[in-house]
């Protein structure tokens, strides 16, 4: 039985966790030995933003979309915690991803509400877990320098408004990755 090589599997399930491999078994997908490249905070920049769903289970409730990849398969699967621990083999470590990610969108609601010392009418300047961090508002977009580099844009686009230049400062002295490394 596979529960016996999931880590934390002991307390799942046993019908959903039956379920999750059958559906992994229907694609043809390997059963475990998934490994997760990415987390996707679905409300990020939106509280009340659209839920995501499970591609395995199909529960429709995920905010963190956990990105699983396998080389024996063709494309990456996107699911919610529980599922991506069953993939991994190690439920405990996808919820310790999870936790982080919570902690993480705790940190990113602190940071935007946090006022910026502003030494000049189109500067804003802030340190965060630290890097030294500089707004510079230009006529009609936003510059964001990160320890004395310069960003331009926030999820592909130029930065047109104060909050989408925080956001992206967010990104860069907070990035998921360092969630990832557990
Ligand atoms: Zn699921």
């Known amino acids: 039985m596979y529960t016996t090589n999931?880590?934390?599997?002991?307390?799942?399930?046993?019908?959903?966790?039956?379920?999750?491999i059958r559906k992994l078994k229907e694609w043809g997908a390997p059963l475990d030995h998934w490994e997760c490249i990415d987390v996707i905070d679905v409300r990020e920049d939106d509280e009340d933003g659209t839920l995501s769903e499970c591609e395995l289970c199909g529960c429709a409730n995920v905010r963190y979309e956990h990105v699983m990849i396998h080389e024996l398969y063709f494309e990456t699967v996107t699911v919610?915690?529980?599922?991506?621990g069953i993939m991994e083999g190690d439920i405990?470590?996808?919820?310790?991803?999870?936790?982080?990610?919570?902690?993480?969108?705790?940190?990113?609601?602190s940071f935007i509400a946090k006022k910026w010392s502003q030494p000049e009418w189109d500067t804003y300047r802030r340190q965060h877990r630290g890097h030294e961090i500089m707004i510079l508002q230009n006529p009609e977009s936003y510059a964001v320098y990160v320890d004395g580099q310069v960003h331009l844009t926030y999820k592909g686009?130029?930065?047109r408004d104060f909050l989408s230049?925080?956001?992206?400062?967010f990104e860069l002295t907070d990035p998921v990755k360092e969630v990832l490394t557990i």
């Open 92 to 109: 405990l470590r996808a919820k310790e991803r999870e936790r982080r990610m919570r902690n993480r969108a705790k940190r990113k609601k």
């Open 6 to 20: 999931i880590q934390g599997a002991e307390e799942l399930d046993k019908r959903y966790l039956a379920r999750c």
């Open 157 to 159: 686009e130029v930065i």
């Open 165 to 169: 230049a925080a956001y992206r400062a």
């Open 80 to 84: 919610g915690c529980i599922c991506a």
